[in-house]
């Protein structure tokens, strides 16, 4: 698991050649792409889902379009080989990361936010301890 706090336009130049074996990501919002406006109808998180890991904290998880984990279970699976690297170049609140746990997938994630590499580095954490805390029953 590797957070990076940055552009990933540069961040992505310093990665190492053949170490991602997919990319699962959700681009900023405002991209038309193929006639479609991809800013609507998009699914939400629960809020049990958004703010798992920062139950502690005053805000919550305060990104605007945190993404369903399961949805990003099922993308992350269906593209990435057993045991593989997933890229999320705009990681936003960490969605994607939680469920390479959930999934046994490496996971690499960028973020220019510093606040929200904070709410995803504990999101996925979070994440991380429960998966432990099953496998011990
Ligand atoms: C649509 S959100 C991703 C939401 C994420 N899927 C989630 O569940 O929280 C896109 C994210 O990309 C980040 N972002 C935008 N441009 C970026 C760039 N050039 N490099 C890195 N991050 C960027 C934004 O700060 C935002 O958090």
Known sequence: MKLILGNCLDKLKELDENS???IVTDP?????FM???WDY???KASKRDRNEGLEDT???C??????PTKLMQYLVRLVTPKGGTVLDPFMGSGSTGKACVLEGFD????EMDEDYIKIAEARIEAT???KRGKLKL
Request: no cysteine.
């Open 128 to 130: 991380n301890k429960e």
């Open 28 to 32: 900023p919002y405002g991209i038309s």
């Open 35 to 37: 006639s479609k406006d």
């Open 58 to 60: 005053e805000k919550g």
């Open 20 to 22: 991602v074996d997919s």
């Open 62 to 67: 305060f990104h605007p379009t945190v993404k």
């Open 41 to 43: 109808d998009v699914p």
């Open 107 to 110: 996971f690499i994630g960028m």
